[in-house]
């Protein structure tokens, strides 16, 4: 008798877990893509790269620029009294400081609006998927990335981008 209730309690056990967890959707999405192929995404991609080019080319430039003077200063070595030479090659050395903190603020600042940009979307992507989360029975939304095994019914990926091109279809970065 005491074996016949403890089946009938664990089975009832096991059928309401069964049940109570059905209704439970877990969705799972592709940020990676979402933040390179949406309409936001590529803009502000294409934005970065263009001012990533600008600052290569003045670089290079700026480069060049000191690479002559050097050759100049070290070819007048001999004719140059060594007072005046010291002197030029502090100047040039100021210089080429002054071009790399020029570089690294550069840097940083195409470092900075890139990630300005895709705070902007993600902030226009958690707004959507959570209107989407209230709208659909969804328990839980988590990155592909995180994922082993799902079923590709479950991806929301397209829908959400859809929405996000529709919400944002660019990001200004100035």
Do not use: C, W
Not at 15 to 40: C, R, T, V
Not at 43 to 63: G, M, P, R, V
Request: glycine share 2%; no cysteine.
């Amino acid at each position: 008798m005491k074996y016949i209730v403890r089946f009938f309690v664990i089975t009832s056990l096991l059928f309401a877990f069964k049940y109570s967890h059905a209704d439970n959707l877990i969705y799972y999405i592709n940020m990676d893509k979402i933040l390179n192929e949406s309409k936001a995404g590529i803009t502000a991609t294409k934005a970065l790269t263009k001012q990533h080019k600008a600052n290569i080319k003045y670089f290079k430039a700026t480069e060049d620029t000191l690479k002559k003077e050097e050759k100049n200063l070290l070819a007048k070595k001999n004719v140059m009294k060594e007072e005046e030479f010291n002197n030029q090659i502090k100047t040039l050395r100021n210089q080429l400081k002054q071009y790399r903190e020029k570089r690294r603020e550069k840097l940083n600042e195409l470092s900075e609006k890139k990630d300005k940009a895709r705070e902007i979307i993600l902030e226009a992507v958690q707004s959507i998927l959570i209107d989407y989360s209230k709208q659909n029975p969804v328990s839980l939304i988590i990155d592909k990335k995180n994922i082993i095994v799902g079923k590709s019914d479950l991806e929301i990926t397209g829908i959400i981008m859809d929405e996000l091109n529709k919400k944002l279809p660019s990001v200004k970065l100035n």
